[in-house]
């Protein structure tokens, strides 16, 4: 079963980490949100485009302020808050079969996850993605499969799980099944068609 990290997994808030940020480097929110959401930056962090070094020195050149990796992951950790109720539900799936983490965001972003969302690990431990690894964003179906492969699990036996139709479409174009995430009981449904629990 593979999951989508923000708005299933976690909450995530844009604004508490745009404004995070912005104070911790004596910027404006504006300008913070302009840079990592209007200057194409992020998307090509997603896209694996760019480096964690070269993402965090092209965010600083927009914003004409040094942004450090520490400023960068305490900015997204305040913005993050894990679901317990679909955390819970993971860790029981994971007991009868495999799960795993794909989440649109760079490297940066996968290596830092521990950092971010502690209550992930270990579960999610070597099995928490970004599709910055895979050279592509969702819902680019390559990425799905280039997931899977790495999963070592066929893409006909994997459950993908997101908030975003889109991201959903291209799970299925890729051969997987795909769930479009709105609630938990509708999620447990979706479970109860496979037998799991």
């Known amino acids: 079963m593979l ?3 923000d708005d299933v997994l976690v909450d995530y808030d844009r604004s508490i980490r745009v404004s995070h940020l912005a104070q911790a480097i004596g910027s404006t929110a504006q300008a913070v949100h302009a840079a990592i959401y209007e200057s194409g930056i992020e998307d090509a962090a997603d896209r694996g485009a760019l ?7 092209a965010l600083g050149a927009q914003l004409q302020r040094r942004i450090s990796e520490e400023n960068w992951t305490a900015a997204r950790h305040a913005a993050t808050r894990v679901r317990p109720d679909v955390l819970a539900l993971a860790r029981r799936v994971a007991r009868s079969i495999p799960i795993a983490l794909l989440t ?3 490297v940066l972003m996968a290596r830092q996850l521990p950092l971010i969302v502690p209550s992930l690990f270990p579960l999610f431990a070597g099995r928490a993605f970004a599709t910055a690894e895979f050279g592509a964003s969702k819902p680019d179906p390559g990425v799905y499969i280039a997931c899977v492969e790495r999963l070592g699990v066929p893409p006909e036996t994997t459950l993908f799980v997101d908030d975003n ?3 959903v479409q291209g799970a299925l174009a890729a051969g997987l099944h795909a769930h479009h995430y709105r609630d938990l009981t509708a999620l447990l449904r979706e479970l109860d068609r496979f037998h799991l629990p």
């Open 165 to 167: 139709e889109a991201n």
């Open 104 to 106: 649109n965001n760079g």
């Open 3 to 5: 999951f989508d990290l």
């Open 51 to 57: 480096t964690p070094q070269a993402y965090l020195d």
